[in-house]
């Protein structure tokens, strides 16, 4: 049985990475921040209580800020493969918190590839390791974007990727370690945070059907992305470790989409004209923005036979039912006198 270590485990990545290793038998482990409330939600369908054997998902507290307790973390599960999916990975709220996303991002990756080192020196075979690289490191370089492409970062975010992705580069050549760099375009999914842009107007425009909501506040409507299906995309990070060399690859449909082409369609399945209802507040416009992202993935097609099988129609529609129907949950509670919150943070 193969094990695997994900950090970022609880995030939208890592719950469908660790559904699909579990349906691989393997034994997954994962790293989850301790905090003053459940952060594991998204792992409720695999989710067993220790107390029970024979459990294949197994959790363990610690932070990519934290580089012993990362340390004790590998000794203790002597993972095959490690997964770094950890990242404050919020682009406008980087332009926040800048130092504390480059302590996550850059830095964090950095803790696990020198815990890696020294692990891999003692483990006696080859640990195969997977770093979560991003489209948002083109930036302002024009598409298609493909693994030559230079990186043109535009954010604190982007900028913390970029470092990530060139200390697993430096790490591979000066150690010889089996380590591959993701570089993926959008990917979304019912369980994306609902403060990204494609979960925010599904989630909205699945309440103002239900009356539930009034209006959606939203920055800019004209940036385009090439957005795939998470689902989809964990497959291409595990078929990257199967490799028999490590590499470096895109991963993305490669069709791009406007915010506005999403709202008409998202607004078309939910039978609501989304000019009536948003309006743009400029808090949530980036400072520099990343205009148009279309990611060429032929050498991840080609090399790793892998391809995306749920297209830009069919996300859009998933996003939509699922959240009509989680806003006819919320109907129910608010019909009995429960207070349904909309949340919506300052830069989300
Ligand atoms: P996500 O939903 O925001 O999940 C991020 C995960 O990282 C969560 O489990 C979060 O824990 C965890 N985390 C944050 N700070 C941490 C820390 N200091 N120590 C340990 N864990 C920490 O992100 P995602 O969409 O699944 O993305 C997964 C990875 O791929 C990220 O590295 C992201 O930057 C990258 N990426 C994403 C996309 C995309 O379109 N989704 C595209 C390219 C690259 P909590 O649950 O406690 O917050
Ligand atoms: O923004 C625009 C916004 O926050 C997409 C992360 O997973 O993918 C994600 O980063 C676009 C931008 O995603 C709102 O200005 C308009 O142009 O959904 P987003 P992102 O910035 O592309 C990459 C690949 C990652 O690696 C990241 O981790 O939509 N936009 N109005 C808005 N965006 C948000 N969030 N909220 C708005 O109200």
């Not at 529609?317 to 129907?325: A, K």
Request: proline share 3%.
């Amino acid at each position: 049985m193969k094990k695997a270590l994900i950090t970022g485990i609880t995030g939208q990545d890592g719950s469908f990475l660790a559904e699909f290793l579990l349906a691989r038998d393997y034994e997954v482990h994962g790293i989850v921040r301790r905090a003053s409330t459940f952060n594991t939600d998204r792992l409720d369908s695999i989710y067993a209580d220790p107390h029970e054997q024979g459990s294949s998902l197994h959790l363990h507290y610690g932070d990519v800020t934290d580089g012993a307790a990362l340390r004790h973390v590998i000794k203790k599960v002597q993972p095959d493969e490690i997964y770094n999916l950890a990242a404050q990975s919020h682009v406008r709220v980087s332009f926040d918190q800048a130092e504390y996303t480059a302590d996550v991002v850059a830095t964090g990756t950095l803790r696990l590839l020198e815990a890696l080192r020294d692990y891999a020196g003692s483990a006696g075979r080859r640990i195969r390791f997977y770093q979560a690289g991003s489209s948002e490191m083109y930036g302002a370089t024009k598409p298609p974007q493909n693994e030559t492409t230079p990186f043109y970062p535009r954010s604190p975010y982007a900028v913390s990727k970029v470092a990530a992705h060139w200390y697993a580069v430096n790490y591979r050549e000066a150690y010889k370690l089996f380590i591959c760099n993701g570089i993926l375009f959008n990917h979304e999914s019912e369980r994306r945070g609902e403060t990204f842009v494609t979960r925010k107007i599904t989630r909205a425009l699945g309440r103002i059907k239900l009356g539930l909501q009034k209006k959606l506040f939203l920055g800019n409507l004209d940036s385009r992305r090439d957005w795939g299906f998470a689902g989809d995309y964990v497959e291409a990070m595990w078929l990257m470790l199967q490799a028999p060399e490590p590499d470096d690859y895109v991963v993305s449909t490669g069709e791009s989409h406007s915010v506005r082409e999403f709202l008409n369609l998202a607004g078309e399945y939910c039978g609501l004209d989304w000019t009536q209802y948003v309006e743009t507040d400029p808090r949530y416009f980036r400072p520099t923005e990343v205009d148009y992202l279309m990611g060429d993935s032929s050498k991840a097609r080609r090399m790793l036979d892998w391809k995306p099988k749920v297209r830009f129609e069919d996300l859009v529609r998933l996003m939509v039912e699922h959240d009509i129907e989680l806003a006819q949950q919320e109907l129910t509670l608010a019909t009995a006198g429960h207070k349904v919150v909309v949340r919506g943070m300052a830069h989300g």
